[in-house]
């Protein structure tokens, strides 16, 4: 008996092994790499906002309305005269937020039903997919931008209009990986050992779907990054004053033929951003050797 | 084959069952009661409490919600999605109205991303790793993260104001057509390249091509007579869920450029809390999406034999 323990741990440290070259991969993938230092110097930005921003983000000053770039207002001033620079970068504590938080929700979450869904079968599988199915009905941001423009502008409506529209994929990802993991020889010798399910989930199966969800995960982040900001940009997300890009790039329209930069520096933000986690999660998806997902490519 | 068709019918069914669930209690979702918000669209600031009573009996919304919710489902089998909260106008007609200016905002864009992608897809694979493909890639992603609201305003600002070549709003001519086409169809395009590339190489591994080229054929006729084929499958099909892309796009863009179609629509019906053309909308976004995805899934099947016995995840 275990005799038989000891060779079920022998099958999954190599498979793990051969999992863990991922990481010496990722060492060398300089596309990763770059990805995750962009990433940093956002996160930089996040916490030393206050640091780095040469103005009040919020401070109104209407003798210097819609300034061109300079060097007190590097990327120019707006309609009520704030520093758009100092905005942007406050911006940068708004949008990660949301995105960390949404996906820290969504894939704990996704990944729970997933599990379930692929280990379980029978009725709870097909419950969970119909609902996964009936929520990815509604293409794109569509749902989320009811959810979010009825329960009314703000933080939260946005958090949790992303959160309730953004977990079917990675349930329906982590239901994939469970089964085909569940043919894998460790799993079902695990199997005719420890009949708990809940035991074989966490110990076995779980720790092998972490790869793919961590990639499904950055790639999220910049999605979510997106649609929040899209929902700030039609007037249903985060409201002005609040600095936010999407909302930053709506009240820079009537503007746009006078003073382009209203527009312009919280739109490239926007894009530097979301390049770098989707560059991060393009790099971990080829050190992991998985094919492009058209799913997530779709979104 | 018939079976097939069958289980994903039943499950289509299932589906829109579900989706009309969730569009009816949208409702729902607006923090107050339905009765008051809506009088308050209605009528304004100024209410009497007769005024909310009085509306409630009329639409119904006195009666327990899941009664509500099969009263709702019985007009709909009917094809009634009742009248806007806001102007009275029958909802369905409306969507029906706004429908053609998003389909063709939408085939435009289809068009333009077709155009960009396909050529840069094929171009890459078929140089794999050069500077060109690297290069391809590299602006993919880049169109990847670049979000549509930006792009079009950034396209207003230079075709628009700047240049004067097209105008920057507005629905009717040739020429509206094309800042929001090139939009859409744009960051559509930097994933359709991708994906491209990605089948078209997956097929030039394959024994088959190996076989063509050592029977000695050129390189032009394995592309064109034999690996395009099967490579375009996967981007053919792909089209389903481009079209969902496009539907969730065609909110943010319509609204940009004052297009008249169903984004617009759903976006003012939103503002307005106008419910029943909220649920309209919704309902016909998800139902529409819902069927394509059926008619390509089918229509793979048919095409690609092989997929009807390993689809059935």
């Given amino acids: 008996m275990t005799d038989m323990i000891e060779k079920i741990k022998l099958t999954e440290k190599a498979y793990l092994a051969e999992k863990r070259l991922v990481f010496g991969e990722f060492r060398k993938n300089r596309l990763a790499i770059s990805g995750l230092l962009l990433i940093a110097v956002l996160c930089f930005l996040a916490m030393f906002a206050p640091e780095i921003a040469p103005h009040d983000p919020l401070a109104q000053k209407l003798d210097s309305r819609l300034l061109s770039p300079s060097s007190e207002y590097p990327f120019g001033t707006d309609e009520l005269g704030r520093c758009i620079f100092s905005r942007v970068v406050y911006g940068t504590r708004v949008s990660l937020g949301i995105g960390l938080l949404v996906v820290a929700a969504t894939s704990i979450a996704g990944t729970v039903l997933g599990l379930l869904s692929g280990y379980m079968g029978g009725f709870l599988d097909e419950a969970i997919m119909r609902g996964v199915d009936i929520v990815m009905a509604f293409p794109n941001i569509i749902l989320a931008l009811v959810i979010a423009g009825l329960l009314g502008p703000g933080f939260s409506s946005v958090v949790l209009a992303l959160a309730l529209t953004q977990w079917p994929v990675y349930a329906r990802l982590v239901r994939g990986q469970v089964l085909s993991l569940r043919k894998r020889a460790f799993v079902e010798a695990a199997r005719a050992l420890r009949p708990s399910s809940f035991y074989i989930m966490r110990k076995h199966i779980l720790p092998n779907c972490m790869g793919p969800v961590i990639v499904l995960g950055t790639l999220e982040i910049a999605h979510v990054i997106i649609f929040a900001a899209a929902l700030s940009f039609l007037g249903l997300g985060i409201q002005p004053p609040d600095p936010e890009w999407g909302s930053m790039l709506k009240a820079g329209i009537p503007y746009l033929r006078t003073a382009p930069q209203l527009t312009f520096f919280p739109g490239l933000m926007i894009i530097f951003t979301v390049f770098s986690f989707n560059f991060a999660g393009d790099g971990l998806r080829d050190s992991f050797g998985q094919p492009a997902n058209q799913e997530v490519l779709a979104r | ?313």
């Fill in chain 2, 1 to 313: 084959m018939w079976k097939y068709i069958a289980k994903r019918l039943a499950m289509v069914s299932i589906v829109i069952a579900g989706v009309t669930f969730i569009a009816f209690s949208a409702m729902y979702f607006a923090p107050g009661d339905p009765a008051e918000v809506i009088a308050l669209a209605r009528y304004g600031e100024d209410l009497s409490a007769s005024q909310i009573g009085t509306l409630r009996e009329a639409e119904g919304l006195d009666a327990p919600v899941h009664i509500q919710y099969l009263i709702w489902v019985g007009h709909l089998l009917r094809l009634d999605l009742g009248k806007s909260l806001v102007t009275s106008e029958d909802v369905l007609a409306e969507i029906l109205q706004k429908l053609p200016a998003t389909a063709k905002l939408a085939i435009a864009s289809l068009l333009v991303s077709f155009l960009i992608a396909l050529p840069a897809g094929i171009l890459s694979a078929l140089r794999k790793n050069s500077l060109l493909d690297r290069g391809c890639m590299f602006v993919s992603l880049v169109g990847v993260s670049i979000p549509n609201f930006w792009l079009g305003l950034l396209l207003i600002w230079l075709f628009a104001l700047t240049l004067h070549m097209f105008p920057s709003f507005g629905y009717g001519s040739l020429k509206h057509f094309v800042l929001p086409a090139l939009t859409l169809g744009t960051s559509l395009a930097a994933v359709t390249a991708r994906l491209t590339r990605a089948s078209l190489l997956e097929v030039l591994g394959q024994e088959y091509i190996v076989a063509a080229r050592a029977r000695g054929l050129d390189e032009h006729t394995i592309l064109f007579r034999h690996a395009l084929k099967n490579a375009l499958l996967p981007v053919i099909t792909f089209a389903g869920m481009q079209f969902g892309y496009l539907l969730g796009g065609a909110v943010i863009v319509e609204t940009i450029f004052s297009w008249p179609g169903i984004g617009k629509l759903l976006v003012d019906s939103i503002f307005a809390r106008d419910f029943s053309m909220i649920q309209g909308c919704v309902l016909f976004i998800a139902v529409l999406f819902s069927l394509s995805s059926l008619a390509v899934d089918i229509l793979y099947a048919v095409l690609d034999p092989r997929i009807r016995y390993d689809r059935h995840d």
